[in-house]
């Protein structure tokens, strides 16, 4: 990443005995976080020396902008569409901020700009490039 930060990014269209199941996982050096598709509503939360902790949607103290996302009540799950309902709707509401002569940035509406399409067309560039070679790891090249 830019700032230093190590990542790693493994993905698989076939998986043997796995659904089709993203599954994002953010190790830090005092807790790490898991998210996974297959269990939309929960979040684990695991401290160092501190037993895991079940976060779940719609329960307990959220942030506004989360509480903003969530549409259903607390055990109702929101899925893999809601996400694409959140931006189509923040889209929407930008399209009028501008036609009102607000001329807030993407990330004010929480919506993608230029730059995640450029960033998300380079990965896929990279995906259809190595899918020819033999050389299966290679650095991706932005801009």
């Known amino acids: ?3 230093g930060c190590k990542g790693v990014l493994l993905a698989s269209q076939i998986a043997i005995g796995d659904e089709n199941n993203l599954r994002l996982r953010i190790y830090g050096d005092k807790a790490s976080l898991e998210w996974s598709q297959l269990e939309p509503n929960s979040l684990w ?3 160092h020396n ?3 902790t079940l976060l779940r949607a719609g329960v307990g103290e959220l942030h506004p902008d989360t509480q903003n996302a969530l549409r259903a009540p607390a055990g109702h799950p929101e899925g893999y ?3 694409f ?3 189509y709707r923040n889209f929407a509401a930008q399209i009028h901020a501008f036609k009102q ?3 807030a940035t993407n990330s004010a509406f929480d919506v993608p700009g230029i ?3 450029v960033r998300g067309m380079a990965f896929i560039e990279q ?3 190595s899918s020819k070679q033999d050389t299966k790891w290679h650095k991706l090249q932005i801009g």
């Open 50 to 52: 501190q037993a895991a």
């Open 101 to 103: 002569g607000d001329n």
């Open 81 to 83: 569409l809601e996400a």
């Open 115 to 117: 730059n995640e399409a």
């Open 127 to 129: 995906v259809v490039a």
């Open 45 to 47: 939360l695991r401290g």
């Open 1 to 3: 990443f830019n700032n």
């Open 85 to 87: 309902a959140n931006i």
